[in-house]
């Protein structure tokens, strides 16, 4: 390349014009000179050599195998740096090793005893699972002894007496637990595990199941389960009493009740049972349900007294108003007027007082609804059934 470029040089120095300024040196003679545009020079040049590759520093290389950090938190609740995992971790990726392998292996024998074989196998019986020592203290104390109530409860759920006439039994003495004479109706008490004992007979250890009945009350019927009382609704189911020891024997036959009242003039739907949380649950006004009256009215009905009726009026110091007041159509073969009234107070004699308030007189009043439950119209006077789910969840109540 630098041959080249001399002779470029020079042969451009030879073609150019001569030069005006002096030159001590002796001019030559002009020289012609010419080149071909087809000259090739055939130049080739050496590969680079290969760079050096640097030498490692000694100094930089670890004397030991290279270490990896862990951060653990040791037993004393500190964190600490150490250059090994812990052991905890390295027995859970063992352990998750070894059952990955044992579960492939069942999985594989598995789909070959199936494929071997033509007889449909019966599935694998699982173990119960284990539950922590809390959650079986939990159970054993609020599940597995539930059956232990209060020692009023329990002997008016056995059929001794009211709740009140059972406490009123408790604080005269005449009730002993265990050999042990017991003054407090709140004792807890198991009557499958205790020995009671009432005015010196044995309580029965199975107690009756609940019984929950739809009467249809006929009229001069009272809302008592008292003794002396010879037409209580009660007594309308002495044939249900007694057929009991038959359907089941070695339980006590129940004690019976009406969820709230009716008086004595009044008909229609009455529940009769023997739970006291459900009768209570009823009750309550804070189950706000709704009861359904028909009263038939002696003389005309105008729109007056309908206004008047809706109004609403006081009872026992509340004003009670009713949900809906409406005049029935007249049916052919009654000639006295009816009103549908709809309240949800059921305070004593509510429903006789807003027709009163109103200037009418009642001829006879029937209730045929609570709640959800409609008094069956097929039901005849002092008859009554037995209600079942679907009944009870009309009435607000989930057993």
Known sequence: MGATTAIAALSLHCFSKSHTHFSPFRTLPRLTCSFSSSIKF??????????PKPEPDASNEPDGPLLIPWIVRGEDGNLRLQSEPPPSLLNAIA?????????????KTTAATATNTTKPQKARSTAPPQHSKAARRFYNQNIKESSAARLSKVLAASGVASRRSCEELIFEGK??????????????????KDVIYVNGNRLPKRQPQKV????????????????????????????????????HPGVPTPRLFTVGRLDVATTGLIIVTNDGDFAQKLSHPSSNLSKEYIATIDGLVHKRHLIAISEGTTVEGVLCVPDVVELLPRQPEMQRTRIRIVVHEGRKHEVRELVKRAGLEIHSLKRVRIGGFRLPPDLGLGKYIELNKTNLNALGWKS
């Open 42 to 51: 055939n130049i080739s040049f050496a590969p680079p050599k290969p760079k």
């Open 95 to 107: 352990t998750a090793q070894t059952g990955t392998k044992k579960d492939n292996k069942q999985t």
């Open 175 to 192: 009730v002993t637990v265990n050999g042990t004479v017991c003054n407090t109706p709140q004792t807890k008490v198991d009557p499958a």
């Open 212 to 247: 929950y009945l739809a009467l249809n009350k006929p009229k001069g019927y009272i809302c008592s389960s008292g003794e002396n009382e010879s037409k209580s609704v009660i007594s309308l189911f002495d044939d249900y009493l007694n057929s009991w020891g038959k359907k």
